[in-house]
């Protein structure tokens, strides 16, 4: 698929906070942003693996059944 030439205006410290992002996970800052839009217009609904606090939470809170 051929890329095509996109600009954007963004505020100056997003954009650093990004490239410093995206090069900690040695990709390019224009392949994170085409990675964040293709998981949120994909139609698909992936469910991600859940991060180790929402592990840690899991099970803390107790629900019980309401009495009718």
Same mark, same amino acid.
């Given at each position: 698929?051929?890329?095509? @030439?996109?600009? #954007?205006? #963004?505020? @100056?410290?997003?954009? !650093? !906070?990004? @490239? $410093?992002?995206?090069?900690?996970k040695n990709i390019s800052l224009s392949?994170?942003? !085409? $990675?964040?839009?293709? @998981? $949120?217009?994909s139609n698909d609904k992936i469910e991600?693996?859940p991060t180790p606090i929402v592990d840690?939470?899991?099970?803390? $809170?107790? #629900?019980?059944? !309401?009495?009718?």
């Open positions: 698929m051929a890329n095509t @030439k996109l600009t #954007l205006s #963004l505020n @100056k410290v997003v954009i !650093e !906070e990004a @490239k $410093i992002y995206a090069k900690s392949q994170l942003i !085409e $990675i964040y839009l293709l @998981k $949120i217009t991600s693996a840690q939470l899991r099970g803390i $809170i107790e #629900l019980c059944d !309401e009495e009718k």
